[in-house]
């Protein structure tokens, strides 16, 4: 018997071989300078924060050198896989304008000349190359049971010597092809084993573009290539899709960085071009022990894309902080050039922190309320209404029954030099704006400041309504009008000869005006109260004045 006859066995189907491969799935008709990545996620439907930075990284970098990034499903593993899974993928990845070029576009559907694009369907192209390398003595059948396997791990361990399946452990790696042949025959139960070449006691160099030069001991473990049931393994399956897709750049998690040197070797083996490695940091934070772990998609609410989209922070806002985090000069950038997009920065790999991202909440929304600011209030109503329609169905009904005054309510101090930045989240809006609507203006609790006896505030807002509010005067106008009311009832409506003269009056103009926001916002801070009053109308401060009473 020889190894070719053993292959046939194996692979009784398999007639193509890894030429007719190569000639299907030719090299990309893109120049040295355009980068092809890739997002290769299992089908869970949940992408989480550290899932979403390196999509995002690998969606940049292909964009910008005019390359490809296309989306792979890695679904070898059944029990991962989740109802949806791959659309709840492809939803999350678009809510951030993460659209692949290429690969799965849907649940049902693919696009591009290098598919499937999904791993179950695969399995011939796989047996096409575990075939070949039965065939060329790179790889073997081991019938070891667990039994085996843990007998030789015991034995390891009670040496001291390094756990794996290698050299003199490795009990099936020189059975001779007869036996095995006639094994197989018998319908024992097997694994496809990798027959390393490597020597632990050299080293292997790989140039990472985000850690530099990386050493470390060559593989000689003869790893598991194809499991019992015929499935392959995530390191065989990797590195014959990301060849035959032409994947140029590799760019996944610093937890990844350990299976190089196996990864290196099976490119090598089979004689493929070996990839660009770039291992990211992982996204960290400090817990409430004050301990620097990776941020959990289990532990932390803060690592599910959900939370963001119930919290109403911006998509926008979202990937500038994702840029923040992945290039270190990307702040300095947007300082330099506030109306900058992301589209506009270069990615730079250099720029990429390979020690972890310690992940900053209060930053991302900070990021959020700056971006909001710049809003107009016509995006602001519609981003808003559409948080509520989903989160909030009495306040959208709100905001729908009344969208001019909505509007006008989110234009208030937004139109200038320096905008309000009142709104952090869609989700905090209502917070801030809730007194503007009669609906919203009911069993209240009102915050008086210095002034605060019942009588005297009824005094000042009855003469303030009856004597001197008009809403046809102009700002400078109507502040006049408040200074005068702040003489009439003994308080300074100067504010620099109160501070030389304090004890001569009961307060100054300022005490006097925050009694009028008061009485129509029931607190001391609001925004631009002579917006306020004009947006409310006559008629509803009236209401509002006399409700105090």
Request: some cysteine; glycine content about 4%.
């Amino acid at each position: 018997m020889t190894r070719k006859d053993l292959a046939n066995l194996m692979f009784p189907n398999v007639t193509e071989t890894i030429y007719d491969l190569e000639k299907k799935y030719p090299k990309r008709k893109l120049d040295d300078s355009q980068i092809v990545t890739r997002y290769a996620p299992s089908p869970t439907g949940f992408i989480h924060m550290g899932n979403l930075l390196s999509a995002f990284i690998a969606n940049k970098v292909a964009k910008d050198t005019n390359g490809i990034f296309y989306l792979r499903i890695e679904d070898t593993d059944n029990k991962r896989k989740v109802e949806n899974g791959i659309s709840k993928i492809i939803d999350d990845l678009a809510n951030f304008s993460i659209v692949p070029d290429e690969g799965v576009m849907s649940e049902d559907s693919q696009k591009g000349e290098y598919g499937p694009y999904i791993q179950s369907e695969r399995q011939e192209i796989y047996n096409v190359y575990a075939k070949y390398m039965i065939e060329n003595d790179l790889a073997y059948p081991c019938f070891c049971t667990e039994t085996d396997l843990e007998n030789i791990r015991s034995n390891q361990e009670a040496k001291k010597e390094r756990i794996g399946y290698y050299s003199k452990y490795a009990t099936c790696r020189n059975m001779s092809v007869d036996e095995a042949y006639r094994r197989i025959e018998n319908k024992e139960k097997y694994v496809i084993r990798l027959k390393s070449v490597g020597d632990f006691e050299k080293r292997v160099v790989v140039n990472d573009l985000v850690r530099g030069k990386v050493i470390f001991p060559e593989n000689d473990i003869d790893h598991v290539l194809v499991k019992s049931d015929g499935i392959p393994v995530y390191h065989f399956a990797h590195v014959i899709d990301d060849h035959l897709m032409r994947t140029t750049h590799i760019l996944r998690g610093e937890e990844w960085l350990s299976s190089v040197p196996l990864h290196l070797q099976l490119f090598l083996m089979l004689g493929f071009e070996v990839p660009k490695y770039a291992h990211l940091g992982l996204v960290m934070k400090i817990d409430e022990n004050g301990v620097r772990r990776k941020l959990s998609k289990r532990k932390d609410k803060e690592a599910a894309i959900s939370f963001y989209h119930e919290k109403g922070v911006p998509i926008e806002a979202v990937k500038l902080y994702l840029m923040t985090i992945a290039n270190s000069n990307f702040e300095a950038f947007l300082d330099a050039n506030p109306t900058a997009k992301i589209e506009d920065f270069k990615f730079d790999f250099k720029k990429v922190s390979a020690s972890g991202t310690l992940f900053d909440l209060d930053k991302l929304i900070n990021i959020s309320r700056n971006y909001i600011s710049r809003l107009t209030a016509l995006e602001v109503y519609n981003y808003a209404l559409k948080w509520a329609l989903e989160f909030d169905k009495e306040f959208a009904s709100l905001l729908e029954k009344y969208k001019d005054y909505s509007i006008s309510i989110f234009n208030i101090e937004r139109n200038q030099k320096k905008p309000r930045k009142d709104y952090d989240t869609f989700s905090s809006i209502k917070s801030h704006i809730w007194y503007m609507y009669d609906e919203y203006f009911t069993d209240l609790e009102y915050n008086w400041a210095k002034i605060n006896d019942k009588k005297e505030i009824s005094e000042i807002l009855d003469s303030y309504i009856n004597n001197y509010y008009d809403i046809e005067d102009d700002k400078d106008t109507w502040f006049n009008k408040i200074k005068e009311l702040a003489s009439s009832f003994g308080y300074c409506p100067d504010m620099k000869e109160y501070k030389l003269n304090p004890d001569n009056y009961k307060g100054n103009v300022s005490d006097i005006a925050t009694v009028i926001r008061v009485a129509v916002t029931t607190s001391t801070m609001s925004p631009d109260l002579y917006e306020i009053l004009k947006l409310l109308g006559t008629d509803r401060i009236k209401n509002r004045f006399i409700n105090i009473k």
